[in-house]
T-cell receptor, first 115, second 116 residues
Framework: QKEVEQDPGPLSVPEGAIVSLNCTYS??????FMWYRQYSRKGPELLMY????GNKEDGRFTAQVDKSSKYISLFIRDSQPSDSATYLC???????????????FGKGTKLSVIP | DAGVIQSPRHEVTEMGQEVTLRCKPI?????LFWYRQTMMRGLELLIY????????DSGMPEDRFSAKMPNASFSTLKIQPSEPRDSAVYFC??????????????FGPGTRLTVL
């Protein structure tokens, strides 16, 4: 079983739609959760990070973590064509100390927002 | 701020040739990471440097791969000899945090390598 499973898509939605992107992970040792966004022909960039179960909002983006079911979600409200990218869920074991540099990436979900 | 700089952006070579990828991290960053991205395997960490010292190279696929960081502003990833299965996008990332994986890593634009 892969450590992080993510539906690769592609996912195509009309502008203004609510988008839901999801990941599952297998190791309960993972404690910190991130979403990176990768535009075509670019490197990934950090979008959001959280360490607790529950929701974290940043503008149109909401990250949701359920540690009991090992499930991570990213919601995008009022999606825009500029949101078209690949979204990578990322987990790591600790905030600092041994192993904290090791980010485990999902394979990414490719999103297209159609005007 | 120039961000992480990688060169070349594209490299096409023939099997058996030596390939050298270069990276200039963001000034002041203490950690440097080399990743490889393919459709099949996604993004994989190859090696991690902390203050120019290699900390973990367990992700390097085999002895054909080597990485160096002679100073805080330059790193290389070398493949010798190259094989078609090495075709991928290679990313360099840097971070201002020592061992700070849970914090942000700043990625370069990547080098797209094709081995024929």
């Amino acid at each position: 079983q892969k450590e992080v499973e993510q539906d690769p898509g592609p996912l195509s939605v009309p502008e203004g739609a609510i988008v839901s992107l999801n990941c599952t992970y297998s190791n309960s040792a993972f404690q910190y959760f991130m979403w990176y966004r990768q535009y075509s022909r670019k490197g990934p960039e950090l979008l959001m990070y959280t360490y607790s179960s529950g929701n974290k909002e940043d503008g149109r983006f909401t990250a949701q973590v359920d540690k009991s079911s090992k499930y991570i979600s990213l919601f995008i409200r009022d999606s825009q064509p500029s949101d078209s990218a690949t979204y990578l869920c990322v987990v790591t074991i600790s905030y600092s100390g041994a192993g904290s540099y090791q980010l485990t990436f999902g394979k990414g979900t490719k999103l297209s927002v159609i005007p | 701020d120039a961000g992480v700089i990688q060169s070349p952006r594209h490299e096409v070579t023939e099997m058996g040739q030596e390939v050298t990828l270069r990276c200039k991290p963001i000034s002041g960053h203490n950690s440097l990471f080399w990743y490889r991205q393919t459709m099949m395997r996604g993004l994989e960490l190859l090696i991690y440097f902390n203050n120019n010292v290699p900390i973990d190279d367990s992700g390097m696929p085999e002895d054909r791969f080597s990485a160096k960081m002679p100073n805080a502003s330059f790193s290389t990833l070398k493949i010798q000899p190259s094989e078609p299965r090495d075709s991928a996008v290679y990313f360099c990332a840097s971070s201002p945090y020592v061992g700070g994986g849970a914090r942000e890593q700043f990625f370069g634009p990547g080098t797209r390598l094709t081995v024929l």
